[in-house]
């Protein structure tokens, strides 16, 4: 099955720097990357997705990177405010429509 | 729009009770939902997929008489835990999917049980 690796599994900015969080994958099929936010006791919420057709998204303050032949990809957050302070998962997923998470990176933005 | 509800957010039992989680997409059709687990500071793990209509598929360790799963309606899917017992403690999550969005899933706000 697709195995997915998610680093760093914390990382503290401060506010106004950037923030990039990296993720591999193991199967080549695949071909859909969404991250996601998780704030504490919510469901994750969708911020941003690339198909893999693409090879970088960006909305506002963050973009998507995917690089499908070493098959990873990587979210960016630039100007990082204390309120993106969170847990950031990637997932992928492939034709069976199931998303395979990553471990999660625990976000905090230093004010 | 694709606003997906659960209920209820909390639940406290007594070990060897049921619970039943509601998972409702609010405005929109959906075929598939999903069943997450998740435990403090760990990721989402697939429980199982949920098809309207049809059986629950589940994944690999997973008792399926012990987590019933029921997708009666296109906007409707119901886990029950069965018996449950305080290693069944967890944040329960599940997600929909919209027609025509091949792989998006979009996600309830959770359901944390806790089993006394």
């Known amino acids: 099955g697709e195995n997915v690796e998610q680093h760093p599994s914390t990382l503290s900015v401060q506010e106004g720097d950037s923030a990039v969080i990296k993720c591999t994958y193991s199967?080549?099929?695949?071909?859909?990357f969404p991250w996601y936010k998780q704030e504490l006791g919510k469901g994750p919420q969708l911020i941003i997705d690339?198909?893999?057709?693409?090879g970088e998204k960006k909305d506002q303050r963050i973009a998507v990177t995917l690089n499908k032949t070493a098959k990873h990809f990587s979210l960016h957050i630039t100007e990082t405010q204390p309120e993106d302070s969170a847990v950031y998962f990637c997932?992928?997923?492939?034709?069976?429509?199931?998303?395979?998470f990553g471990s999660g990176t625990q976000l905090t933005v230093l004010p | 729009g694709a606003v997906v509800s659960q209920h209820p957010s909390r639940v406290i039992c007594k070990s060897g009770t049921s619970v039943k989680i509601e998972c409702r997409s609010l405005?929109?059709?959906?075929?598939?939902m999903f069943w997450y687990r998740q435990f403090p500071k760990q990721s989402l793990m697939l429980m199982a997929t949920s098809n309207e209509g049809s059986k629950a598929t589940y994944e690999q360790g997973v008792e399926k008489d012990k987590f019933l799963i029921n997708h009666a309606s296109l906007t409707l899917s119901t886990l029950t835990v069965t018996s449950a017992h305080p290693e069944d403690s967890s944040f329960y999550i599940c997600s929909a999917v919209l027609a025509g969005r091949y792989n998006e899933q979009f996600f309830g706000p959770g359901t944390r049980l806790t089993v006394l």
């Open positions: 199967d080549s099929a695949s071909n859909y």
């Open positions: 405005d929109f059709q959906a075929t598939t």
């Open positions: 997932a992928v997923s492939g034709s069976a429509r199931q998303l395979t």
């Open positions: 690339i198909r893999s057709n693409v």
